[in-house]
């Protein structure tokens, strides 16, 4: 699976956007990119998932470069309970996760 | 709530000790997975099932037995164990087909201090 980069730390305020960078640069044509969170001492949760084109569902939206390099979680108006761990996963078999970035939304 | 429950949510156990994790999922999936968190490390699979078959078995120690009776049901059977052990065990359940066995849905874990 492709490696993936995502900053460690991030801030956004309360009612505003939150945006999530990810680089995948050795991503391959048949790997999907995969966004899930978890929120401290909880199990992780599935966010949204995509191979090529732009995603949208009820909790964020997922923007892929044309060239499939990186990505972007948008979480449109981010509120207190959004504060968690978020894993950019890069895969075409099974997950794995890392490091991820700490989002904390704060009021 | 995820559909997904485990038990215990917290187990301390000796390390002579047999000791039994038990996640059950009420979404219809057909596959289960046991994931290890460790403190400052990432998420470790351990286990898959898929239609009750283990298909994949990520060299972890036979300290830890899987048993997967029918497609709602996964159990940890834990012997043996070392303080290294102690961890959050996840549980997590998805349809078996490719297309959908990335979409997990996660237990919220038992955590575990093996002495």
């Known amino acids: 699976d492709a490696k993936t980069t995502q900053p460690p730390s991030m801030d956004c305020a309360e009612g505003r956007a939150a945006n999530l960078p990810c680089n995948h640069s050795?991503?391959?044509?048949?790997?999907?990119v995969y966004w899930y969170r978890q929120i401290h001492s909880q199990g992780p949760q599935y966010i949204i998932h995509g191979l090529k084109n732009n995603e949208t569902n009820e909790m964020a939206s997922l923007i892929i470069t044309e060239d499939r390099k990186s990505s972007t979680l948008i979480l449109p108006h981010a509120t207190l309970r959004d504060t968690a761990v978020y894993y950019c996963?890069?895969?075409?078999?099974?997950?794995?996760f890392g490091e991820g970035t700490q989002l904390t939304v704060n009021p | 709530e995820t559909g997904v429950t485990q038990t215990p949510r917290h187990l301390v156990m000796g390390m002579t000790n047999k000791k039994s994790l038990k996640c059950e999922q009420h979404?219809?999936?057909?596959?289960m997975y046991w994931y290890k968190q460790s403190a400052k490390k990432p998420l470790e699979l351990m286990f898959v099932?898929?239609?009750?078959?283990?298909?994949e078995n990520n060299s972890v120690p036979s300290r830890f037995s899987p048993e997967c009776p029918n497609s709602s049901h996964l159990f940890l059977h834990l012997h043996t164990l070392q303080p290294e052990d102690s961890a959050l065990y996840l549980c997590?359940?998805?349809?078996?087909?490719?297309?959908?066995?990335?979409?997990?849905?996660f237990g919220p874990g038992t955590r575990l201090t093996v002495l």
């Open positions: 099932y898929s239609l009750e078959e283990r298909v």
């Open positions: 996963i890069v895969s075409d078999s099974r997950l794995t």
């Open positions: 997590a359940s998805s349809h078996s087909g490719r297309a959908y066995w990335n979409e997990q849905f």
């Open positions: 979404l219809g999936h057909n596959a």
């Open positions: 050795t991503i391959s044509g048949n790997e999907y």
